[in-house]
């Protein structure tokens, strides 16, 4: 039996949970696993901006993350300490000897040749984006089937980086949520398949409301996965409603001038 799935991830918060989920459809072919380099302009950063570069490194450390990761448990069903510790490639590594699906670890699908073979003699139907870097056409061209991605903002309004700020800077409480759509060249500018928003509440911190959308993210992508995965082999997309996406309007991104850390134990009502 072919299977249908292929994911690409450079393991956000809730990564491992994906993977297992994805898994667990019997559908997953292959991980392509981005390492996400530093690069030179990073290094660059480094030496400018040490005190900016160590606020971030606190923020990416096991234990400050693991606390996250731990708390996104309370939204996720079945999630468990596995895949609090499972951002680490031995991990990875564990849960396809499991699954048995191919992975494949690169520092660029854009130009790694073992990544870019990968998606060219992929049989799968769909190519489940979550998370890394920017995809270029030709990378897109490489693979056969269809690209979905998992964005955590309300599209077409929000697009880019960011999402939850932009929807409470603008008062547009109803739009805070995640969207799951067709990935085209064009930044979050493929066709919607499905929306998913959260409630709103002023008191909450904006940290934890980023928390509770990211986990909505990963939840409404398992979701749409599973209903994909009961489809019969060659459906594609053939009876979902496809919302269309705006070609014009703002693509966002991090704010100027915001220190993000601080912002995440002000209230959502005080955004601003």
């Given at each position: 039996m072919k299977r249908k799935?292929?994911?690409?991830?450079?393991?956000p918060e809730g990564g491992a949970y994906f993977i297992d989920?994805?898994?667990?459809?019997?559908?997953?072919e292959t991980v392509i696993f981005q390492m996400l380099p530093v690069g030179r302009k990073g290094l660059v950063r480094l030496i400018r901006w040490p005190y900016a570069?160590?606020?971030?490194?606190?923020?990416?450390?096991?234990?400050?993350?693991?606390r996250r990761l731990m708390r996104l448990g309370r939204f996720l069903p079945g999630y468990t300490l596995e895949h609090v510790v499972g951002h680490r490639l031995n991990d990875i590594r564990r849960l396809a000897r499991r699954h048995g699906f191919?992975?494949?670890v690169t520092n660029s699908i854009n130009s790694d040749p073992?990544?870019?073979?990968?998606?060219?003699?992929?049989?799968?139907?769909?190519?489940?984006?979550?998370g890394g870097r920017i995809l270029k056409p030709s990378t897109l061209k490489a693979f056969k089937g269809i690209w979905l991605n998992g964005h955590g903002g309300y599209l077409p309004q929000y697009r880019g980086m960011h999402s939850e700020y932009w929807a409470l800077k603008h008062r547009d409480y109803d739009r805070i949520g995640v969207s799951i759509h067709v990935l085209v060249v064009r930044l979050d500018g493929g066709p919607i398949l499905q929306r998913s928003c959260i409630s709103y509440d002023p008191r909450e911190p904006y940290g934890d409301l980023l928390l509770r959308n990211h986990a909505n993210l990963v939840s409404t992508y398992v979701e749409f996965v599973r209903r994909l995965a009961e489809r019969p082999a060659g459906a594609g997309l053939s009876g979902f409603e496809?919302?269309?996406?705006?070609?014009?309007?703002?693509?966002?991104?991090?704010p100027a001038g915001v220190d993000m850390m601080r912002l995440a134990a002000t209230p959502a009502g005080e955004v601003r």
């Open positions: 799935f292929v994911v690409t991830t450079h393991l989920q994805v898994a667990r459809t019997g559908h997953l570069c160590m606020r971030e490194l606190y923020w990416q450390t096991q234990s400050f993350r693991s191919k992975l494949v073992a990544a870019l073979d990968a998606l060219r003699h992929s049989e799968a139907e769909f190519l489940l984006v979550q496809l919302i269309p996406n705006s070609p014009v309007g703002p693509c966002y991104s991090a």
